[in-house]
């Protein structure tokens, strides 16, 4: 095994929680030591040791001792590269330069100089709303740092969410006292203005905020330098799998007797057998143990090698308080690469964890997860899912561990709603969230009930092409009144039918879905035209219809309503 780390097995995914505290021994990330592995694989680490190129022809990698500087050839009769991934840091000022004040977090020495740099620090700025920015901005929050801010070029967090899901998570980091700029690219850092006390000033397309320390998380880039000198094919196409070493199935690399696994290497997509690459921890431990296979046992004569079935980035994320989960494709991903529209749709809901009667912790209300469903509308197969819920919980990865398991089986909205949960009350319902979203999922594909989006039915009700019908009780109209809107409860509807036009369709919406439904039945069988608003008030509370709450008055007292309730 060839290094030019110290280490060779490092808790990477742990250093913003080191970062923060919450891990307090440094060594606890040092999850396997050189030794340690020599001992109980027989196996040679030779550290600090840098893998400069390879001779396919000679089965030979040059390598060099960082220490001493000699350079010695090794033979190899199979070699597997796991070379990862570097961040980016872009040619802009400030950062061609490297000065120690901007850090970006690979390995232990950089989680060293960022923890280092954040002791004495009054401000903290993070460039990337990805999973390490988010955890890194957490954690300087955590280790008290006065000001942090965090800089996304998009025009929201973490991509793989749905800005409509990812709403929930920023507001979130904004409570915490995170300044959020979003849609906000970097120019460059430049030194602090004059007076100042703090260290620099990070310049972005929109403003400037002064620092002390800027955190780089804008992305990765495969390294691929030692795979191109061995001759590997590496993937030039735009897409996700630009840049990266193609492999195929077994993990095989276009040279023989050289497998490449982890952020370099190309796979395919569950959803739908793109290449792509996916810097994850998860299906990069299961390509290695594919190489490793096909390199050893596999090898031999008469054996059928293993074949890596794929993957579709299933993730999640704490962000204080609540924690967003994620698997398969997002909205985004299908408006750009399918032209029909009509062939997939999703289903939104949120329900609570377990039953009402059964009391929550520390007596807290029962709290909710938030979901959404997105899936293939020719044959019900599962697409995407995605949740958020509170972060002390395990309710949302729960549910997008089973949406993974439908996705990796090609399941359908069918399977979802016959999925069988275990239960009892402490633990969830009879019927789980996810059962529910297979079951609103199959009666938009069946037409028993047609469902619209926030932004469609509100949009109809201020043309005057649809009624808004409100649903809830008196004491949650009054604290969320809707516009456009007809308010009747649903345990007044019945008697109060009159007040309810026939000639247009009829909108139902409630709090978060249930009473809609239960509503727009009702009215169904007395001839109305009626669709369900998905998720209710809910998801029009965070939808983006408009930047004020499209024009819902809202007694929160913000601008934009925050008054969703976890």
Known sequence: MIERNP???????????????????????????????TAWFDVTVMTLTEAVSIDAAAHTVLIRDLTSGAESSLGYTKLI?????????????????????????????????????????????????????????????????????????????????????????????????????????LKGVLPADAGSDLVCVVETTQTRIPTDLVVLAIGVIPETSL???????????????????LCDETMATSVTDIYAVGDAATIRHIVDGSLCGIALAGPAGRQA?????????????????????????????RVFGLCGAATGVNTRWLEATRTDKSTWDYSQLHSLEHVSYFPAPNGDDVPSVHMKLIFDTTDGRILGAQAVGVAHT????????????????????DDLAEF?????????????????????????????????????????????????????????????????????PLAELRKRLDEIPKDKPVHVLCAAGKRAHIAARALAQRGYQTVVVAGGCMCVRRSAVSTECHGVDCSCESAKCKCISY
């Open 420 to 488: 069988e949960p275990c239960y009892s009350p402490p633990y969830g319902a009879p019927k789980m969230t996810v059962n529910f979203l297979g079951m609103q999922a199959q009666n938009m594909m069946s037409g028993y009930q047609a469902v619209a989006q926030p932004e469609a039915s509100y949009a109809l009700a201020v043309a005057g092409e649809a009624t808004l019908l409100d649903v809830r009780g008196p004491d949650e109209a009054t604290q969320c009144h809707l516009p456009h809107s007809v308010f009747i």
């Open 289 to 317: 143990r594919v190489a490793a296979y096909n390199c050893t046992e596999g090898a031999k004569p008469g054996a059928t090698p293993k074949k890596f079935a794929g993957a579709q980035g299933t993730s999640i994320i």
């Open 394 to 413: 395990y309710a949302a990865a729960r549910q997008i561990d089973i949406c993974s398991a439908m996705i990796q089986k090609a399941g359908t909205v």
């Open 227 to 245: 795979a191109r000198s061995a001759g590997c094919e590496i993937v030039t196409a735009p897409g996700p799998a630009r840049g990266r070493i």
């Open 81 to 185: 590269l796991s070379p990862g991934a570097q961040p980016i840091v872009p040619p802009l000022p400030g950062l061609r330069e490297r000065v120690p004040h901007v850090l970006c977090l690979r390995n232990l020495a950089d989680m060293d100089k960022i923890i280092a740099g954040a002791a004495n620090a009054q401000s903290v700025t993070v460039v990337g709303g990805g999973f390490i920015g988010i955890e890194v901005a957490e954690a300087m929050v955590e280790r008290g740092v006065p000001d942090v801010h965090l800089v996304e070029m998009a025009p929201q967090i973490l991509m793989p969410f749905d800005k409509d899901m990812a709403v929930l998570l920023e507001r979130e980091m904004t409570a915490h006292g995170v300044t959020l700029h979003l849609g906000d690219g």
């Open 7 to 37: 280490e060779i097995s490092t808790a990477s995914c742990g250093m913003p929680y080191a970062i923060a505290g919450t891990i307090e021994n440094r060594a606890d990330l040092d999850v396997m030591t050189p030794e340690k592995f």
